[in-house]
């Protein structure tokens, strides 16, 4: 999952939403020095990227791009998802997304001091840029992926994914709804709230 959907799964509670977006960089053990309450959102965002790996219906939706996008299909269906939890908010949020998105941005630029320059650096920028509203439309999508394609070593294409998933979305979509309400039961029990 990205960014949007790692923020809904902490479930509003503002340390578990720093840790789940330290869980972006914090490696191994590097836990260690930060409170109880951020180490839980740190393991929560991995036990999110585990389940979202293993997950079969999260694999169907990648396998759909294998054969054009390879092994960057993951990093494609992370994004895709993104959009389509925004497509499908008033199913999983009782929070209206422009409240969401605000609140989240001011919790994450509260700990600032906190982040390794890295993650600083990326968060000023999601900020900045307003990366939950570009998650929410297919213009948006392609930027990011272009941006995130400059980013990788070898030469991809993965903005052209944009095409695939406008002319598939309702597969996607329909993959994406029978996905989230497991990662969503299974992040509340992660965290014993049910």
């Given at each position: 999952m990205n960014l949007v959907a790692h923020q809904l799964l902490s479930f509003n509670q503002p340390k578990w939403q720093v840790g789940n977006?330290?869980?972006?960089?914090?490696?191994?053990?590097?836990?260690e020095d930060y409170s109880p309450e951020i180490v839980t959102g740190i393991l929560l965002h991995r036990f999110i990227d585990n389940f979202t790996d293993t997950d079969e219906t999260v694999k169907r939706s990648t396998a759909r791009l294998h054969q054009k996008y390879r092994k960057y299909s993951p990093i494609i269906i992370d994004i895709f998802y993104?959009?389509?939890?925004?497509?499908?908010?008033?199913?999983?949020?009782?929070?209206?997304?422009?409240?969401?998105?605000?609140?989240?941005?001011?919790r994450l630029l509260e700990h600032k001091d906190i982040y390794p320059s890295r993650l600083l650096k990326t968060t000023q920028a999601m900020v900045k840029y307003d990366w939950f509203e570009k998650y929410g439309t297919l213009e948006g999508l392609e930027i990011t992926l272009l941006h995130?394609?400059?980013?990788?070593?070898?030469?991809?294409?993965?903005?052209?994914?944009?095409?695939?998933?406008?002319?598939?979305?309702?597969?996607?979509?329909?993959?994406?709804?029978?996905?989230?309400?497991?990662?969503?039961?299974?992040?509340?029990?992660?965290?014993?709230?049910?």
């Open positions: 977006h330290l869980g972006e960089v914090v490696k191994g053990r590097n836990f993104d959009y389509l939890l925004i497509k499908n908010w008033e199913k999983y949020s009782d929070e209206n997304f422009l409240s969401f998105k605000k609140n989240v941005y001011q995130l394609s400059k980013r990788t070593k070898f030469t991809n294409n993965m903005h052209m994914a944009v095409k695939d998933l406008y002319v598939q979305e309702e597969a996607f979509n329909q993959e994406f709804n029978e996905f989230f309400p497991k990662i969503l039961k299974a992040s509340k029990n992660f965290l014993a709230l049910e």
